[in-house]
C-alpha cells in the first residue's frame, strides 16, 4: 500500500508543480441554470390532514428549475474549491393507480381502475459547498455536500375513475376527494450529497469566460413531511457561465535615487627621491654635500562607493 502512495506520489508530483508555477487564474464566478427531473420514492397511504382513499403512494416523477451563482477559489489548475447558492424547484406529481371493483349504472359490477393522484409543489432554496477537479482536457468533475431549504409545500389532491368510461362516482362526476392546501408538517432542511460533470468551453481568446453544460445527480435526505416516508432526488441538465478572475502580475515600482557625488578635494602627493652626492672638494679643506631633490606633483580625485539607505537620497552618518 505503502509503496503504491509513494508511486501516486512521483507521478502527480511534476503536474502539480507545474499546475502552482504556470496558474494565474485565482478564482471564478459567474452562474447556472437548467431543470431537473424530481424523482419521489415514498411508501404512505395518506398526508396529515389530507384523507385519501389510494392503498400506497409509491413513486414520483416531476421537473423543476435550477438557477443560482457560484464561485470557485482555485487551489491548483485541477483543483478548486466551489459554492453554489441558488433556487431549486423540487416539484412533481405521485400517481397511482388502484384497481376496484365497480358498480355500474346498470347494477352490475365490472372492473375499474381508479388513479389517485397527489400534486405537489415545493420550492427551495439550495446551498452546495463542492470540489471541482479536471479529468481529461476540458472535462471537469465534482463533487458536493449541502442542503435545500423548503420554502414551502403546497398540494392538489384528487381521485379519477379512469375505467369505466361509461360510469360516475357517487357525485355523477368522474373525480371525487378533490382537495388542495398547504403542508403543515413540512421539513424545511433536506441534507444531500452531489456529484456531477461539466465541460468547459471557452468563449474568448483569453480563456477567461467558459459557457460550460452540466450534468449532476443530487441524493437528498430525510423526509419532506415529518412522519412520513418520502425522499427526493434530482437528476439535473444546463450550464454555467463562468469569468475567471485572474492573479493581477506584479508591477515593480521604479524607484529614482538621486546621486549625489561628493566633492572631493585633490590630493596632493609628493615623490621625493633623495640623491646624495659626496664629493671631496679638494680645494677646501671641509666635505661638501651636494642634496639633489625630484619633486613630482600627482593629482588624483578619489571617489569611493556610497551606499545609500533604501529610498533615500541622504548620505548615511557612516561616511566621513
Known amino acids: 500500500m505503502k509503496k503504491s502512495i509513494l508511486i501516486l506520489t512521483f507521478l502527480f508530483l511534476p503536474l502539480l508543480l507545474k499546475s502552482q508555477i504556470n496558474s494565474r487564474t485565482i478564482g471564478e464566478v459567474g452562474a447556472y441554470g437548467g431543470i431537473g427531473s424530481n424523482s419521489y ?9 389530507y384523507p385519501s382513499c389510494c392503498p400506497n403512494y409509491k413513486t414520483g416523477q416531476g421537473f423543476g428549475l435550477n438557477i443560482g451563482i457560484l464561485g470557485n477559489y482555485i487551489l491548483l489548475d485541477n483543483l ?6 441558488g433556487y431549486s424547484d423540487l416539484s412533481g406529481l405521485i400517481s397511482q393507480d388502484e384497481n376496484k371493483i365497480v358498480d355500474n349504472n346498470l347494477g352490475t ?39 435545500n ?10 381521485e379519477t375513475l379512469v375505467e369505466p368510461t361509461n360510469v360516475t ?28 460533470f461539466y465541460y468547459d468551453l471557452p468563449l474568448n481568446n483569453k480563456n477567461d469566460l467558459f459557457l460550460s453544460p452540466t450534468i449532476s445527480y443530487k441524493k437528498m435526505f430525510g ?17 454555467q457561465l463562468r469569468y475567471s478572475i485572474q492573479e493581477k502580475p506584479e508591477i515593480k515600482k521604479e524607484i529614482k535615487r538621486d546621486t549625489i557625488i561628493p566633492k572631493v578635494e585633490p590630493v ?9 652626492q659626496v664629493k671631496i672638494n679638494e680645494e677646501f679643506a671641509s666635505d661638501t654635500i651636494f642634496v639633489k631633490y625630484d619633486k613630482d606633483l600627482k593629482f588624483e580625485a578619489i571617489l569611493g562607493y556610497v551606499f545609500f539607505e533604501e529610498n533615500e537620497a541622504k548620505i548615511p552618518e557612516r561616511y566621513d
Open 223 to 239: 423526509d419532506v413531511v415529518e412522519g412520513v416516508n418520502w425522499t427526493v432526488s434530482k437528476m439535473s441538465l444546463g450550464v
Open 80 to 85: 478548486s474549491l466551489g459554492v453554489k447558492i
Open 41 to 49: 420514492n415514498s411508501e404512505f397511504k395518506y398526508l396529515p390532514q
Open 268 to 276: 596632493i602627493t609628493s615623490a621625493i627621491a633623495g640623491d646624495f
Open 109 to 147: 359490477k365490472s372492473n375499474g381502475i381508479i388513479r389517485h393522484d397527489l400534486d405537489v409543489t415545493l420550492p427551495s432554496l439550495s446551498f452546495e459547498p463542492t470540489i471541482n477537479f479536471g479529468l481529461i482536457e476540458n472535462l471537469k468533475g465534482f463533487l458536493g455536500v449541502g442542503f
Open 149 to 158: 431549504y423548503l420554502l414551502s409545500g403546497d398540494i392538489t389532491q384528487k
Open 169 to 196: 362516482f357517487e357525485n355523477g362526476k368522474a373525480t371525487r376527494n378533490e382537495v388542495a392546501g398547504s403542508l403543515d408538517n413540512l421539513t424545511n432542511f433536506l441534507p444531500f450529497v452531489s456529484v456531477g
